[in-house]
């Protein structure tokens, strides 16, 4: 038996559905049994062209098809399917009607190019300014992309279709926005303004301009061929991340209202951590500080030590600079255990899904937990001898796993932690 | 339930610091002169037939003291790191490391901003014949500037007011258009009143002199052309000016800025938002009577600071339900600052704030009877914010009794 308060006297919150798409598949089942096999969804990319990139595969999801296409729509589609998993698994509420809010991690939405040209078609002459596509651009012809390429256009929609309460909030801390989405989740839960709350984070942008972008700031590994070696994280001769796309969908529920229905328990969410890095733009402090405050905060919002996590689910992109500062920061906060808790990234298979990392890799650990096997990280051939984590290399691994740290980092010194349990504590 | 109230045994959240950098001009003197004086800043010829509210030009250097911080943002980003450093100054933490260490920031942005000359490069050399396979993708190789990218990603601007400023505390940032100001405000304060948080860093900021953006609105036919005229009266000519402005608030509990003697504008009671379906006439009021019906609004002098954009139809349906709540004067900040998108619920707050701090509010601005004339000191200030497309927020801003 347990309480239904944690240490510190708050509601404990628990996870009863799941919902996840990556490059992998769809759904939780496929996603598994590929992660545990160590195969990779990084492929070469066919849904536009690829010459001049320097950069020419990544974790598309291919399987999903959006009419007309654009990365919002995909980050859309793929959102609404992982919620349609985690509704049915977790069987709350009624169709279309969601007991509590939306917390969404998304992409930052943009006007994009295959509108843009549409548009610039549509002036009808060689010759043109800004303002001929300003002019254009009214009269109602064009009132979808209006919709469509609203901020918080994704929300509204998925708002709508589920029944979620409240106004829907749209987030983003870059990197760590799925596991911010957690967090939001988590604390509405606490304060006891909801019962449960929906934690969904997408992202379908591996597009042209955002590939140049992360090209331009060398951030992407350009080891192209085979693709799917392309993200060695751990690895000496890494090179930077993969783009990828999924969604992941997390219903939050008190420990209280999911056992008064009788609720199958998937797992806890023990604590939440954030702390912001004010040294750079792109790059973690040098001191590792700001990563070292985070996992601390969210080792004491689970009011736990770090003897007792038994497993780290890294934010491990495979940049060259991610990776180490990673090691040397999980160091200074777990001492010698650093060098013995099996770690891995599921970024080595699925590429690193940006937006929906932080919630496609809670689901993962959690996953982790139940199945009491970890996942390998692939590409595991040349270790970087400066990177002494235990990691689960190549090939999954049985192990007895309580407690999951699952972290993620992200430009804008965003870093956010979740401590990731079986049972309450 | 998506509300928060100030609820019995929880923190009572002070506004200590404001920041404002708007069309109207820097600070909260020179806003203040200038809703004193009805001044409205609009420019009907660099966008024509487009108008814009433009940013007062302010010296960048004195809140973004390097240069190179300054090269690395767009103007969405630097007129809302120099008015986050306006409102930390306002608030007396600036420069406070112990403060500064912890505060939480939760900011509603935008981005995208757009570099204009490479998407019509693209577009034109399209036009003229341009179609390699590769050509897009070549183009923008070698014409994108690497830091453009963080100058579009909507979270970096926290990234920026972390960097200028040295906030170390948590760092959330909101998007989805104006309710993502609520939003942010909801959040901050229900953060703060139950706790787990002491200070909060909350706002937005906005940059309405871009072309790209208007593209974005025109395709839903929503921008003001031709003519500028107050928010009201545009019924038969609709749409939104877009304007340029920042906006930030210092939220404190009220123990945490006794203990460092800092002094309330006003308190920060409640802050409500929903999403209308907006499907059938009458949907988005009913909503907004909903929210009005959450406040904890108590006896005495009350007035509405309202961010409705002049889009229709939601300016007429938030006009019936003002008319049903008449003895409430109405101003609508749209007339005098443009519609400032994600910005305009926390310049709403700001501006009730400072209305009550100065014991008056500021005059009616508009042509159509909406708005009249106020007596007297307003002790509570209902701020509303309803999406040109989607979205609604309410918040009560009360004097500290």
């Not at chain 1, 911010?180 to 303004?193: D, F, H, K, P, Y």
Request: charged fraction near 20%; aromatic fraction near 6%.
């Amino acid at each position: 038996m347990t309480a239904p308060r944690d240490k510190l006297g708050r509601p404990v919150v628990v996870v009863t559905g799941m919902g996840i798409v990556t490059s992998l598949g769809a759904g939780k089942a496929d996603n598994w049994s590929k992660l545990v096999a160590g195969e990779s969804g990084i492929r070469t990319i066919t849904r536009f062209p690829v010459d001049g990139l320097k950069t020419t595969m990544a974790g598309t999801v291919d399987f999903v098809s959006v009419d007309p296409f654009s990365s919002t729509g995909l980050s859309e589609r793929m959102a609404e399917l992982v919620t349609q998993e985690a509704l049915e698994q977790a069987g709350i509420g009624a169709k279309g009607d969601f007991p509590g809010p939306l917390f969404l991690a998304v992409a930052p939405v943009e006007v994009e190019w295959p509108q843009r040209r549409e548009l610039g078609r549509a002036v009808g002459k060689p010759d043109f300014t800004y303002d001929d596509l300003l002019r254009i651009s009214g009269g109602g012809k064009y009132t979808a992309y209006h919709h469509r390429f609203m901020f918080g256009s994704v929300a509204a929609h998925l708002a709508e279709t589920f029944g979620t309460k409240g106004s829907p909030i749209s987030l983003s801390t870059a990197c760590a926005s799925g596991a911010t989405s957690i967090q939001l989740g988590v604390e509405a839960i606490r304060r006891g303004e909801t019962d449960a709350a929906l934690c969904v984070a997408t992202d379908g942008t591996v597009n042209p301009e955002a590939l140049v972008r992360f090209s331009l700031l060398s951030a992407l590994s350009t080891q192209n061929d085979p693709p799917q070696a392309a993200s060695r994280p751990f690895s000496k001769n890494r090179d930077g991340f993969v783009m990828a796309e999924g969604a992941g969908a997390l219903v939050l529920e008190s420990y209280e209202a999911a056992t008064a229905r009788g609720a199958k328990i998937l797992g806890v969410i023990a604590g939440c951590g954030e702390l912001t890095d004010s040294f750079h733009r792109t790059r973690s402090s040098p001191d590792g500080k700001p990563i070292i405050g985070c996992m601390n905060k969210t080792l004491a919002d689970a009011g736990m030590t770090p003897d007792q996590i038994d497993h780290i689910n890294a934010h491990g992109t495979a940049t060259p600079e991610n990776d180490k500062m990673e090691f040397n920061t999980t160091s200074a906060v777990f001492g010698e255990l650093a060098q013995k808790i099996p770690v891995t990234s599921n970024k080595s298979m699925v590429g690193h899904t940006i937006s929906a990392a932080g919630a496609v890799e809670a689901i993962f650990s959690l996953l982790t937990l139940e199945h009491q096997r970890i996942p390998p990280t692939i590409n595991y051939e040349t270790p970087d001898p400066t990177i002494l984590f235990n990691v689960v290399g190549n090939k999954a691994r049985d192990a007895r796993v309580t407690a999951v740290m699952s972290n993620s980092f992200g430009f804008g010194g965003q870093n956010a932690s979740l401590i990731l349990t079986r049972e309450p504590a | 339930m998506t509300d928060t109230a100030s609820k019995p045994g929880q923190t009572e959240v002070w506004i200590t610091g404001i920041g404002l950098a708007t069309s109207l001009g820097e600070g909260l003197d020179a806003n203040w002169a200038a809703l004193q004086e009805k001044r409205v800043n609009v420019d009907e010829k660099g966008f024509a037939p487009f108008i814009v509210h433009p940013l007062m030009p302010v010296t960048f250097d004195s809140q973004i003291p390097k240069k190179g911080d300054q090269r690395q943002m767009e103007a969405w980003q630097r007129i809302g790191t120099y008015a986050a450093g306006l409102a930390l100054d306002s608030a007396g933490i600036k420069g406070n490391k112990d403060i500064l260490s912890k505060i939480d920031m939760v900011v509603a942005a935008g981005g995208g901003e757009r570099d204009l000359n490479v998407d019509t490069g693209v577009l034109t050399a399209e036009a003229k014949g341009a179609n390699a396979p590769g050509f897009l993708n070549e183009r923008l190789m070698s014409d994108l500037r690497p830091t453009l990218f963080l100058a579009q990603l909507s979270n970096l601007l926290a990234g920026n007011i972390a960097i200028v400023h040295g906030l170390g505390g948590t760092s959330r940032t909101f998007m989805g258009e104006e309710v993502a100001g609520a939003d942010a405000a909801r959040i901050a304060l229900a953060r703060i009143a139950s706790g787990e948080s002491d200070i909060a860093l909350v706002g937005g900021s906005h940059n309405g002199e871009r072309k790209d953006l208007m593209v974005l609105y025109e395709f839903g036919d929503f921008n003001l052309k031709d003519k500028f005229a107050p928010v009201w009266a545009r019924k038969d000519h609709s749409g939104f000016a877009l304007g340029s402005a920042g906006a930030f608030l210092v939220l404190e509990s009220k123990a945490h800025a006794q203990a460092r003697g800092a002094k309330p504008f006003a308190k920060l009671s409640s802050v409500v938002a929903d999403l209308a379906r907006r499907k059938q006439p009458g949907d988005m009021a009913a909503t907004l009577e909903k929210l009005w019906a959450k406040l904890p609004r108590r006896e005495g002098k009350g007035a509405i600071i309202t961010g409705a954009t002049g889009a229709e139809p939601a300016t007429s349906e938030e006009r019936g339900f003002l008319k049903g709540h008449a003895d409430y004067p109405v101003r609508a900040t749209g007339t005098m600052f443009g519609h400032t998108m994600e910005t305009q619920f926390p310049l709403g707050i700001a501006l009730a704030a400072l209305a009550i701090s100065r014991g008056a509010l500021f005059p009616p601005n508009d042509s159509t009877g909406t708005e009249i004339e106020m007596q007297g000191a307003p002790t509570q200030i209902v701020v509303m914010g309803a999406g040109h497309w989607r979205g609604e927020g309410m918040a009560l801003v009360e004097a500290v009794s």
